[in-house]
T-cell receptor, first 110, second 114 residues
């Protein structure tokens, strides 16, 4: 069966520091992958999606970037974090049946 | 543009009561999918159901049931005989047919009081 792994679970970073969140999927090939962000008390917002290696689409302008170096690996990055980047980040893979999510990373920028 | 509205920000009910979570959506597409997800305190999103726009049959899964009405653009979720373990934030979401990008509502925080 397919599983999705996301790490770290929690992260506290100072303003201006870099960020790298990693997501990997097992049990499927060529998945469509997504990064969502959930700000405190709000719904989820799609940040990036990828339909294949090296193919990244950005949904909203922001301080973040994404990369897909391997078929089942999706990375969310930032060169310099802002306070507004704090939130709960969720990686997901999509199928015709729906989107399935990782356990999320709670990022606090201080 | 797509939009999903969950007007109920927070709901509290006593255990064993039934509770309905409302979801109203807007889309210009004739073909689309609707979803419900559960987010327990641990944070991960748990997939509950997907319904396509051609299937208006209500669905029941144990204590959970879903009522899809295209005429009112609603996809409501009912929990029967609620339990403390049902306490979570519930999200309704919408996607275009063949497009997996989800538009989420802002969620409803459900608290079941023992």
């Amino acid at each position: 069966s397919q599983t999705i792994h996301q790490w770290p679970a929690t992260l506290v970073q100072p303003v201006g520091s870099p960020l790298s969140l990693e997501c990997t999927v097992e049990g499927t090939s060529n998945p469509n992958l997504y990064w969502y962000r959930q700000a405190a008390g709000r719904g989820l917002q799609l940040l990036f999606y990828s339909v294949g290696i090296g193919q990244i689409s950005s949904e909203v302008p922001q301080n973040l970037s994404a990369s897909r170096p391997q078929d089942r690996q999706f990375i969310l990055s930032s060169k310099k974090l802002l306070l507004s980047d704090s939130g709960f980040y969720l990686c997901a893979w999509g199928t015709a049946s729906g989107a399935f999510f990782g356990q999320g990373t709670r990022l606090t920028v201080v | 543009a797509q939009k999903v509205t969950q007007a109920q920000t927070e709901i509290s009910v006593v255990e064993k009561e039934d509770v309905t979570l409302d979801c109203v959506y807007e889309t210009r597409d004739t073909t689309y999918y609707l979803f419900w997800y559960k987010q327990p305190p641990s944070g991960e999103l748990v997939f509950l159901i997907r319904r396509n726009s051609f299937d208006e049959q209500n669905e029941i899964s144990g204590r959970y049931s879903w009522n899809f009405q295209k005429s009112t653009s609603s996809f409501n979720f009912t929990i029967t005989a609620s339990q403390v373990v049902d306490s979570a934030v519930y999200f309704c979401a919408l996607s275009y047919f063949g497009n997996e990008k989800l538009t989420f509502g802002t969620g409803t925080r459900l608290t079941i009081i023992p």
